[in-house]
């Protein structure tokens, strides 16, 4: 399975996922068409389907236009299928969707947007989180509340060390500094900043993270207390 970035709008990540076997490719919170559609024939790819996280237009704006362009069906939370255009399929907690033979288990994580999803593939450990785990960070609480967000912080951090998570925002530089702010006395969060600095300067991209280092580097996956993730998201929003 390879997983391919497309940056689009101002900072956020689109994801193509790719089976060579079966041909399938996935789009993954297209905010546009034209750059996955771009990034998929410059692999000789044809996507096959869309998958959306959560309704936001930074998320779903590509829809239509990728939908007429290569015929995929979208598929996104049942519970926003009113908020989401043109959706075809709803799922949530349970369903079982598939990249040819790779098989993703859809989990409900609200809190950002009511009926928000992720997507893990558990066999080949990745996990496609949106707006809810960022590297070094969260989803705001737009239609939830911070007990949402906290456990689905505690699910993500069951999940095996080296799962790869990729996110819908490149958002961790300015999460890094708010970390070393919260926790300063955490050498990892330091050293993490450091190096996120060099790769913003370097114009890289900082996704996927890695289960395994948002145990170690992020306030929000580490607060042990509803309180304290509620603590920590008013004064990030601030921040
Ligand atoms: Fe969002
Ligand atoms: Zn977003």
Redesign the pocket.
Known sequence: MEIVAVPVLSD?YAWLVHDDASGATVAIDPGEAQPLIDAAAARGWTITAIWNTHW?A??VGGNAALKAATGARITGPEAERAKIADMDDGVGEGAMLFVGDHQAQVWAVPGHTAGHVAFHFADDGVIFTG?TLFAMGCGRLFEGAAAEMFCNMARYADLPADTRVYC??EYTLSNARYAAQAEPDNAAILERLAAVQAMRERGEATVPTTIGAERATNPFLRAETVGELARHRSAKDAF
């Open positions: 956020n936001h930074d998320h707006d819908g925002h």
